[in-house]
């Protein structure tokens, strides 16, 4: 099972990204969408596990905070900000967030914490990035996607 990993793409869905995610059986996005209509369009790729963002404000109201799943025998925790991943995190296996638009992948107490960093606008002068995992048997591979960009 192959899986796309986006988050804070704020507004903007870039090409490169959309070529990734054609191939995805399915999506995971950590906040910070900021439109409905990204939203429509990441739901035409794959099925779509998302959450809210400190910047998606009324039109996401039905977004979830944060969202617990199993994806492949493989069980994910999804929140916006880090700092919100609850103390318990009993059977989670991946925590998956966004927020500060920087890629990181780290496994501590034998828990992977991804944050895929930001596919968007380009801010705070940082690459562009995603990931792009694969599951088998109840485990994950994770790949850095760095998109290519001119100045946004």
Same mark, same amino acid.
């Given at each position: 099972m192959k899986i796309a990993i986006l988050s804070d793409t704020h +507004? @903007? @869905?870039r090409q490169p990204v959309v070529e990734? @995610?054609?191939t995805a059986d399915a999506i995971l996005h950590g906040g910070d969408i900021n439109k409905q209509s990204i939203v429509d369009e990441l739901g035409q790729y794959a099925p779509l596990y998302i959450v809210r963002g400190n910047n998606d404000k =009324?039109? #996401? =109201? #039905?977004? !979830?905070h944060d969202l617990t799943f199993t994806l492949? +025998?493989? *069980?994910?925790y999804m929140v916006h900000n880090k700092k919100e991943v609850p103390a318990d995190l009993s059977g989670v296996d991946v925590v998956v967030f966004g927020h500060s638009h920087k890629y990181g992948q780290e496994e501590k107490d034998g828990r992977l914490w991804l944050n895929p960093g930001s596919c +968007? !606008?380009?801010r705070f002068h940082q690459e562009i990035t995603m990931m792009m995992a694969e599951l088998a048997d109840g485990k994950i591979q994770v790949e850095k996607? *760095?998109?290519p960009h001119e100045g946004t």
């Amino acid at each position: 099972m192959k899986i796309a990993i986006l988050s804070d793409t704020h +507004g @903007l @869905l870039r090409q490169p990204v959309v070529e990734h @995610l054609k191939t995805a059986d399915a999506i995971l996005h950590g906040g910070d969408i900021n439109k409905q209509s990204i939203v429509d369009e990441l739901g035409q790729y794959a099925p779509l596990y998302i959450v809210r963002g400190n910047n998606d404000k =009324e039109w #996401a =109201e #039905a977004i !979830p905070h944060d969202l617990t799943f199993t994806l492949g +025998g493989v *069980t994910f925790y999804m929140v916006h900000n880090k700092k919100e991943v609850p103390a318990d995190l009993s059977g989670v296996d991946v925590v998956v967030f966004g927020h500060s638009h920087k890629y990181g992948q780290e496994e501590k107490d034998g828990r992977l914490w991804l944050n895929p960093g930001s596919c +968007g !606008p380009r801010r705070f002068h940082q690459e562009i990035t995603m990931m792009m995992a694969e599951l088998a048997d109840g485990k994950i591979q994770v790949e850095k996607i *760095t998109i290519p960009h001119e100045g946004t």
